[in-house]
């Protein structure tokens, strides 16, 4: 049986923290399905997979769970290519990350776990094509579902596209306390700290269907921004400049593994965790995974007493300019810089964060915001440079964060040409500012084709050799489960030509 999620909150006030498990296990007992949080894969490769699993911590799972794990060529489970177990352990939250390997390149194929007596859903996942390859690929990006300002119609309609992987760019979970009147409720009686309560937050995400849907639809190639941890953090650095943060980004890290789809082999180390990562799609495409929150450089120019993202003047902020600061830390700059010259690839995609080109809003003069790409040009500029300077093939940025569907070009020079395309989603669910005041801020952002934050949505793609297709996809409204979805705008990008083109 499955608690609504507005259900277990009350059960949860009403009866303290201390009290509701016991009246849980009372109440619900075995009833509770070990599989309530769903099945995902993730990590594309044209030999391998992973496959992930966390039994539900309602279920009241034993210390380690032994869960059974297999993997088909079809959905009846007829043709078994793969199988075993993998234990779920209390202290990795019951998650279980399989890595299969020894598939077929560009194959579907489906599976599924068995526990405690229980069989979890279906699903479908996909390898990548072998090197050599230049079939197309279709794809979506998504971002940001908080889970109190809106439910996940998004997410059913991007599974019923079935694309071939989906990218998340960040915001799977929003760190806040509850706040009472929003359209669901977060779970919890403050904002998300202990491990505990990291973990609470994502069962609670991950019950929702429609979630769980998309991440049994595809692949899921996976990045994080800074909800995942706390709003607008740096590094080591809280916006609140508390001295344990350290310790919060590790339990929010280790959180945020036993929720992904992530080989067993990238399980964190105290507050590190690689997620950068390279994926082929045979040698039509080459998707770069950046983390742009893990090293940053400090924000300058916050806002005083705090170290969190500011509107900031140009003019008066010099330290903005100071060409060293960093956004992905030396070490990944040089893996990028590495993995955009390896060549043998017709498209090179930048799958990060936050939106890469420069956004200039006119608020008493001329003002950007510096929690993204904006607070850091001159490691904007050192990115740029080298898709020039390397004459990397066909280079496209793939952004989130800003809740805000944006097609625009990247120049090196306001009046420079084109060197690169930037494609930035909408959030699943999160609410955005005015779109009036994006509106004014166009006509001082030449290089910006488009940009709509007043719908939910995620971005499609079609990817061949010659050209790149993407579909601005928007919900009739995220406060309603049934929403219709629609396509607000397309774009294209022709091989060997930077800039986004309507229609
Ligand atoms: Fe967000």
Known sequence: MLIAPQRRHLLSLALGAGMA????????????????????????????????????????????????????????????????????????????????????????????????????????????????????????????????????????????????????????????????????????????????????????????????????????????????????????????????????????????????????????????????????????????????????????????GRASGNFVGIDRCPELLEPTRTLLGAGQERWLNQGLSAGGVRWNFIAQQTLMAPLTWRQGGERVWTDGWSGYPGARARVLDTLAGLRVANPVVLSGDLHTHVACDLRRRPDGPAIATEFCGTSISSRAGSQAALDAALPWNPHVHYARRDARGYVAFRLTPQRLDVRMRVISDATDPAATVKTAATFHVEAGRAGAIRG
């Open 21 to 304: 498990p016991a009246f849980a296990r009372g109440l619900f007992g075995s009833r509770e399905p070990c599989f309530g949080l769903g099945v995902a894969s993730g990590c594309p490769r044209p030999d391998r997979l992973v496959i992930w699993t966390r039994l539900d911590p309602d279920a009241q799972p034993e210390r380690v769970v032994a869960v059974k794990w297999e993997v088909a060529a079809d959905d009846r489970f007829r043709r078994i290519v793969q199988s075993g177990t993998a234990p779920a352990e209390a202290q990795w939250g019951h998650s279980v990350h399989v890595q299969v390997s020894g598939l077929e390149p560009a194959h579907w194929y489906w599976y599924r776990f068995t526990a405690m007596g229980q069989v979890s859903p279906t699903g479908r996942t996909r390898t990548a094509p072998a090197a050599g390859s230049l079939d197309p690929v279709s794809f979506a990006i998504a971002s940001c579902q908080r889970w109190d300002h809106g439910h996940y119609a998004a997410w059913r309609h991007l599974a019923d596209e079935s694309p071939d992987a989906v990218l998340f760019l960040g915001d799977y979970i929003y760190e806040y306390a509850p706040v009472p009147g929003g359209v669901r409720l977060h779970e919890g009686l403050t904002d998300t700290r202990t491990l505990a309560q990291y973990r609470a937050r994502y069962a609670q995400y991950k019950r929702d269907p429609d979630l769980q849907r998309a991440h049994a639809s595809a692949p899921w190639i996976v990045t994080w921004d800074d909800h995942e941890v706390q709003n607008d953090y740096a590094g080591r650095q809280s916006q609140f400049m508390s001295p344990a943060f350290l310790g919060r980004r590790a339990r929010a890290y280790q959180a945020w593994w036993e929720n992904m789809p992530l080989p067993p082999s990238t399980r964190p180390r105290g507050p590190n965790l690689q997620v950068f990562d390279r994926f082929a799609w045979g040698s039509l495409a080459r998707f770069h995974v950046l983390d742009n929150r893990q090293y940053r450089d400090a924000p300058v120019c916050p806002p005083p």
